[in-house]
């Protein structure tokens, strides 16, 4: 696609909800899941308190959304959270948080897959046990989908993204109906009880009780990942740009929190269990009911009690639901990109995710966020609980901090305007920020206490060592354009004093002759061969070919006792930059190009190891002089051509 054809990949809304929000809205299929698992560690009498905690979590879902719907407005560059801390706290805690985005996208992807491939594998059990390969095959296709380009895989991911979140509906508004009705069924674990763990017996009481429910509220806070991937893509949006983004994250915000309480509603109301081992925490009659069970996924539980008479609609409903599991992956496939681009931008990543790909995606970015999600697939065995241990931290981080850096930006613009009207709506926005950032605060200091033994530490120290690479490439690109500029006053001193050419060769073949050639087109100052006495007899023919071809160009034969070649003329050039070293010294290599791949190994590369050597030395150019070989000698000088052409018999020996 042509640069000029970018505003053809902008995105309408339509396209944009299930682009950047299938993220969020796939954390319905799963923190349900985590808030009964964790709850139940404390029998199955806590488990009724699920709502509350799916409550607290829509209030901050709430907070958080109308605070990105500010940052929207206020930073439509497409920086997101990097850009509002870089500009309002710094550049080290703008670094801190796109340390925890880059980390967070990519286990956005290894926890939305690998719950979409266990999704599949409750659906069609023949599948168990491969969920790590098939998570890896997925994550790999979706990659291959978004090289085509931001707008074409939005368009492929719209449908199954609104077909879920009709299948989802239908379930709700069918399983309240049924509610209402008296007619709801009971789940398929319904009929067992929940073993507490040795230190839940008592129930919710104490400091550990009071430590299980907020890790039951920080494990449901996975339903507020994908937001800030809207505040990260504003520029993929269609005109107004902002005012589309904060529209789509309303609508994000709104259909999630519904979602999310109406399944933990029908969840208690159907007698649903999710724990952590089915074999010994499932009682029956107060006995472990031993191996041979498994538990299905929440909303696999109520499809099929809902529509236990309409097993079309259960299929649909877990079919979608693992799809959409998958697709939520491709809200971090358009954000650590974009992300990505901006970072390579400002120097902190490689300048190679900052170029777009044919088809005007970023595709280096693409390919770098595949290669970890499925380097974490492959490590954790596809397991969601084990993932998502690392998954809330940075999402939090990135979150707290941005908040933080937008009650300074509404500060600062506060401190500089005069206009009634608009001072009323920043301070209004800035309530709306210290909100944000005193909710999102402690749930980042519980997350902490809760998590970090279970595995957020290694999230931890994933963003440090991402945080201390991108410091050292950013002191890389510093150094060397440091060492690159030319300054005003030694603009004279950047052209050499003298070119001395040095073209390299073993035999007056046709490709040295091609060389010499080269080398004398250019006029440099100097000009003379060079050859390394390996073999007595070969330097003596050489000698005696250079004086019968007459070419003018004086022959320099370099000892080398220990029959090394790449030394000598490594020396030897040294030397001549040593006793002039304002000149600049060009080294010609003549080379073959062999016909076919196998016939290299038939050559020794001394070239290869020539360049690999000499382009360490300061003030030294190379010029590789190719010469193709046809694989027949139809190329060779037939008798009576110029002298200095060797007959077949010689081109062979030399080869």
Same mark, same amino acid.
């Given at each position: 696609?042509?640069?000029?054809?970018?505003?053809?990949?902008?995105?309408? *809304?339509?396209?944009?909800?299930?682009?950047?929000?299938?993220?969020?809205?796939?954390?319905?299929?799963?923190?349900?899941?985590?808030?009964?698992?964790?709850?139940?560690?404390?029998?199955?009498?806590?488990?009724?308190?699920?709502?509350?905690?799916?409550?607290?979590?829509?209030?901050?879902?709430?907070?958080?959304?109308?605070?990105?719907?500010?940052?929207?407005?206020?930073?439509?560059?497409?920086?997101?959270?990097?850009?509002?801390?870089?500009? #309002?706290?710094?550049?080290?805690?703008?670094?801190?948080?796109?340390?925890?985005?880059?980390?967070?996208?990519?286990?956005?992807?290894?926890?939305?897959?690998?719950?979409?491939?266990?999704?599949?594998?409750?659906?069609?059990?023949?599948?168990?046990?491969?969920?790590?390969?098939?998570?890896?095959?997925?994550?790999?296709?979706?990659?291959?989908?978004?090289?085509?380009?931001?707008?074409?895989?939005?368009?492929?991911?719209?449908?199954?993204?609104?077909?879920?979140?009709?299948?989802?509906?239908?379930?709700?508004?069918?399983?309240?109906?049924?509610?209402?009705?008296?007619?709801?069924?009971?789940?398929?674990?319904?009929?067992?009880e929940i073993a507490p763990k040795a230190q839940y017996s008592a129930g919710l009481v104490g400091i550990g009780g009071?430590?299980?429910?907020?890790?039951?509220?920080?494990?449901?806070?996975?339903?507020?990942?994908?937001?800030?991937?809207?505040?990260?893509?504003?520029?993929?949006?269609?005109?107004?740009?902002?005012? #589309?983004?904060?529209?789509?994250?309303?609508?994000?915000?709104?259909?999630?929190?519904?979602?999310?309480?109406?399944?933990?509603?029908?969840?208690?109301?159907?007698?649903?269990?999710?724990?952590?081992?089915?074999?010994?925490?499932?009682?029956?009659?107060?006995?472990?009911?031993?191996?041979?069970?498994?538990?299905?996924?929440?909303?696999?539980?109520?499809?099929?009690?809902?529509?236990?008479?309409?097993?079309?609609?259960?299929?649909?409903?877990?079919?979608?639901?693992?799809?959409?599991?998958?697709?939520?992956?491709?809200?971090?496939?358009?954000?650590?990109?974009?992300?990505?681009?901006?970072?390579?931008?400002?120097?902190?990543?490689?300048?190679?995710?900052?170029?777009?790909?044919?088809?005007?995606?970023?595709?280096?970015?693409?390919?770098?966020?595949?290669?970890?999600?499925?380097?974490?697939?492959?490590?954790?065995?596809?397991?969601?609980?084990?993932?998502?241990?690392?998954?809330?931290?940075?999402?939090?981080?990135?979150?707290?901090?941005?908040?933080?850096?937008?009650?300074?930006?509404?500060?600062?613009?506060?401190?500089?305007?005069?206009?009634?009207?608009?001072?009323?709506?920043?301070?209004?926005?800035?309530?709306?920020?210290?909100?944000?950032?005193?909710?999102?605060?402690?749930?980042?200091?519980?997350?902490?206490?809760?998590?970090?033994?279970?595995?957020?530490?290694?999230?931890?120290?994933?963003?440090?060592?991402?945080?201390?690479?991108?410091?050292?490439?950013? *002191?890389?690109?510093?150094?060397?354009?440091?060492?690159?500029?030319?300054?005003?006053?030694?603009?004279?001193?950047?052209?050499?004093?003298?070119?001395?050419?040095?073209?390299?060769?073993?035999?007056?073949?046709?490709?040295?002759?091609?060389?010499?050639?080269?080398?004398?087109?250019?006029?440099?100052?100097?000009?003379?061969?060079?050859?390394?006495?390996?073999?007595?007899?070969?330097?003596?023919?050489?000698?005696?070919?250079? *004086?019968?071809?007459?070419?003018?160009?004086?022959?320099?034969?370099?000892?080398?006792?220990?029959?090394?070649?790449?030394?000598?003329?490594?020396?030897?050039?040294?030397?001549?930059?040593?006793?002039?070293?304002?000149?600049?010294?060009?080294?010609?290599?003549?080379?073959?190009?062999?016909?076919?791949?196998?016939?290299?190994?038939?050559? #020794?590369?001394?070239?290869?190891?020539?360049?690999?050597?000499?382009?360490?030395?300061?003030?030294?150019?190379?010029?590789?002089?190719?010469?193709?070989?046809?694989?027949?000698?139809?190329?060779?000088?037939?008798?009576?051509?110029?002298?200095?052409?060797?007959?077949?018999?010689?081109?062979? *020996?030399?080869?």
């Open positions: 696609m042509r640069s000029d054809a970018l505003g053809n990949t902008l995105l309408p *809304k339509r396209i944009a909800l299930p682009v950047f929000a299938s993220d969020a809205l796939s954390s319905v299929a799963y923190a349900p899941d985590e808030i009964l698992l964790t709850l139940s560690f404390a029998g199955l009498g806590v488990t009724a308190l699920s709502p509350a905690v799916g409550l607290a979590v829509v209030v901050l879902l709430v907070v958080v959304v109308a605070s990105y719907r500010q940052t929207v407005k206020a930073y439509p560059s497409g920086g997101g959270d990097y850009e509002v801390a870089t500009k #309002n706290l710094g550049g080290t805690a703008g670094l801190v948080v796109a340390s925890a985005l880059l980390v967070d996208y990519v286990l956005t992807v290894a926890v939305s897959i690998s719950s979409g491939a266990q999704y599949l594998s409750a659906t069609f059990p023949v599948l168990a046990g491969s969920e790590a390969l098939i998570g890896s095959l997925i994550i790999a296709v979706l990659a291959l989908l978004n090289l085509r380009g931001m707008r074409e895989s939005g368009k492929a991911f719209a449908i199954p993204t609104y077909l879920y979140l009709v299948a989802i509906g239908a379930m709700i508004c069918t399983g309240i109906f049924q509610w209402a009705t008296g007619s709801i069924g009971h789940a398929p674990t319904a009929m067992y009071a430590i299980l429910m907020l890790r039951a509220f920080s494990s449901g806070c996975a339903a507020l990942t994908g937001v800030e991937a809207i505040a990260n893509g504003v520029p993929a949006f269609k005109k107004p740009k902002s005012k #589309n983004a904060a529209t789509t994250l309303a609508l994000l915000g709104t259909i999630s929190a519904a979602m999310l309480m109406s399944i933990l509603l029908l969840a208690g109301k159907t007698g649903v269990r999710s724990v952590e081992n089915p074999a010994t925490d499932l009682l029956v009659n107060g006995k472990p009911v031993g191996t041979g069970i498994s538990v299905d996924p929440v909303i696999g539980q109520l499809a099929a009690t809902i529509f236990a008479n309409a097993k079309p609609m259960f299929y649909l409903v877990t079919i979608v639901t693992g799809l959409i599991l998958v697709l939520a992956a491709n809200t971090a496939f358009n954000g650590f990109p974009q992300l990505a681009q901006v970072l390579a931008r400002d120097s902190f990543l490689p300048r190679q995710l900052y170029n777009r790909g044919d088809r005007l995606s970023y595709s280096n970015g693409i390919l770098v966020l595949a290669t970890g999600a499925i380097v974490l697939v492959l490590s954790f065995d596809a397991q969601v609980t084990r993932l998502i241990q690392l998954y809330i931290v940075g999402v939090f981080i990135a979150f707290t901090t941005s908040q933080l850096g937008m009650v300074v930006h509404w500060s600062r613009e506060l401190s500089v305007s005069t206009d009634a009207d608009a001072r009323t709506a920043m301070k209004r926005s800035r309530v709306v920020n210290v909100i944000g950032f005193l909710i999102s605060g402690a749930v980042l200091i519980i997350v902490m206490a809760t998590k970090f033994i279970h595995g957020a530490w290694m999230a931890l120290l994933l963003m440090a060592l991402v945080f201390a690479i991108m410091m050292g490439i950013r *002191k890389h690109y510093r150094t060397a354009n440091e060492e690159l500029e030319v300054p005003d006053y030694q603009g004279a001193l950047a052209l050499p004093s003298r070119v001395h050419a040095v073209v390299l060769v073993s035999n007056l073949h046709q490709p040295a002759m091609r060389a010499i050639s080269y080398a004398r087109a250019t006029s440099p100052s100097t000009l003379e061969l060079l050859t390394v006495d390996i073999d007595p007899d070969s330097t003596r023919g050489l000698k005696e070919q250079w *004086k019968a071809s007459a070419v003018p160009v004086p022959l320099t034969v370099l000892a080398s006792p220990f029959r090394d070649i790449t030394g000598p003329v490594v020396q030897y050039v040294r030397n001549l930059r040593k006793s002039s070293p304002r000149d600049l010294v060009v080294v010609y290599i003549p080379e073959y190009l062999v016909a076919h791949w196998w016939e290299s190994a038939l050559h #020794n590369h001394s070239a290869t190891r020539l360049r690999v050597r000499l382009q360490f030395v300061p003030g030294v150019v190379m010029a590789t002089v190719p010469w193709q070989l046809t694989g027949a000698y139809d190329h060779v000088a037939k008798p009576g051509a110029n002298s200095t052409i060797n007959p077949p018999e010689q081109s062979r *020996k030399e080869a």
